[in-house]
């Protein structure tokens, strides 16, 4: 790697960093970008679980709000809803195959980046309802690529 590289590296991985150890990001005006990337992220404990893959590991909107998700890696992921059922992200993947074809624009009507292939962004989607809404990739789930997307 180059000296840029490296230097670009490290302030990615300061600007993701909290006092917890958790990366975590709050929305505002202009939506939040959930960066994928396997690599590069490395995983961490959170409330659900064990997350790795997505920077920030647990994103923080406002309702109202929108987000996407943006593949910085070299080879294609997913952003993918859990389902309302999960409270933690659970020990095997829940996500079939529909999780590769991009689908559905609110947090409460769930959702799919579809399968992003590198340098790709998902569709913007809105957080529509205050909750708790924990998503994967279907190609990594165990890796642990998780995260979680708190909207208050």
Known sequence: MTRQSWTTLALMLLAACTAGGIPTSSGGAGGVTIDINLTLSQPVQTPYGLSGGFTPAITTVPVGSQFHFTNTDSFAHTG?????????????????????????????????????????????????????????????????????????
Do not use: E, N
């Open 80 to 152: 993918s809803y859990l389902g309302s059922q999960f409270t933690q992200f659970p020990a095997g993947s829940p996500l079939g195959q529909g999780a590769t074809h991009q689908s559905g624009a609110t947090l409460s009507g769930g959702f799919t980046s579809g399968a992003l292939q590198p340098g790709t962004s998902s569709q913007t989607i809105t957080a529509d309802r205050a909750g708790t809404y924990l998503f994967g990739c279907f190609f990594h789930y165990g890796a642990p690529m998780r995260g979680a997307i708190i909207a208050q």
